[in-house]
Antibody, heavy 118, light 113 residues
C-alpha cells in the first residue's frame, strides 16, 4: 500500500521560505507524477505544482514565481519550496500521487502538514 | 485557468435518501481524441485528506461503494449518493484535470437532515 508522509517546519515568519518534503513508501516514485496541494483552514483545495519521476514540472500560474518542486528518486522523495511566504500561505499542505492514467487526478494523499505563517 | 463551480454550497439529506451535487466547468473538459471527460470527485471528512471517489467523470475508484455514481459530460457533471449513509457526511469536491493546471471546485458540504 502506497503511503505518503509530509515533513517540514510548521511555523514560519513572513518573508521566509517554506520547504517541505514528501516521503513515499510502499511503492516506487518512478513512473508517476507527484503533486503538492494546499488547503487554507476552513477553505477549499488549491493545486500548487507537480513533477514527474524524470523531473518534468508544472506550476500553478498564480504561484509560479515563488514555487519550485524537485524529486529525489534515490530517496523516494519529492520536495516543495515556496519563497517569500505571507499569512495567505497559511494552510495544510498535502502531497499526492497523480494517477497513472492522467497524472493530474490524485489517488493517494499524505495526511497533510499544517504550515502557519505568523 | 478552467474555473470549476459547484452547487449547492451545502445540503442536508435524510438517511437513505438521495443526495445530488452539481459541478460545472468554465470550458469543456471532454477530450475529443479519447472521448474522456477529465473530471474527478473527492470526499473529504474533517481532519482527513481528500479521498478519490470518481474519475473520468463516471469511473468509480476501487473500493468505493456503488451508492456513489458520477455522470455528465462536457461542462456539466453530477455526483449522486443514491442512499445516504451516516458515514457519507463530508465535503465533496470536483476537480478538472483537462488543463495542465488542475483546479478544484469550492466544495459541497453534505449533512444528515
Amino acid at each position: 500500500q502506497v503511503q505518503l508522509q509530509e515533513s517540514g517546519p510548521g511555523l514560519l515568519k513572513p518573508s521566509e521560505t517554506l520547504s517541505l518534503t514528501c516521503t513515499v513508501s510502499g511503492g516506487s516514485i518512478s513512473s508517476y507524477w507527484w503533486s503538492w496541494i494546499r488547503q487554507p483552514p476552513g477553505k477549499g483545495l488549491e493545486w500548487i505544482a507537480y513533477i514527474s519521476y524524470s523531473g518534468s514540472t508544472n506550476y500553478n500560474p498564480s504561484l509560479k514565481s515563488r514555487v519550485s518542486i524537485s524529486v529525489d528518486t534515490s530517496e523516494n522523495q519529492f520536495s516543495l519550496s515556496l519563497t517569500s511566504v505571507t499569512a495567505a500561505d497559511t494552510a495544510v499542505y498535502y502531497c499526492a500521487r497523480g494517477s497513472s492514467s492522467s497524472g493530474r487526478h490524485f489517488d493517494y494523499w499524505g495526511q497533510g502538514i499544517l504550515v502557519t505563517v505568523s | 485557468d478552467i474555473v470549476v463551480t459547484q452547487s449547492p454550497d451545502s445540503l442536508a439529506v435524510s438517511l437513505g435518501e438521495r443526495a445530488t451535487i452539481n459541478c460545472k466547468s468554465s470550458q469543456s473538459v471532454l477530450y475529443s481524441s479519447n472521448n474522456k471527460n477529465y473530471l474527478a470527485w473527492y470526499q473529504q471528512k474533517p481532519g482527513q485528506p481528500p479521498k478519490l471517489l470518481i474519475y473520468w467523470a463516471s469511473t468509480r475508484e476501487s473500493g468505493v461503494p456503488d451508492r456513489f455514481s458520477g455522470s455528465g459530460s462536457g461542462t456539466d457533471f453530477t455526483l449522486t449518493i443514491s442512499s445516504l449513509q451516516a458515514e457519507d457526511v463530508a465535503v465533496y469536491y470536483c476537480q478538472q484535470y483537462y488543463s495542465m493546471s488542475p483546479t478544484f471546485g469550492p466544495g459541497t458540504k453534505v449533512d444528515i437532515k
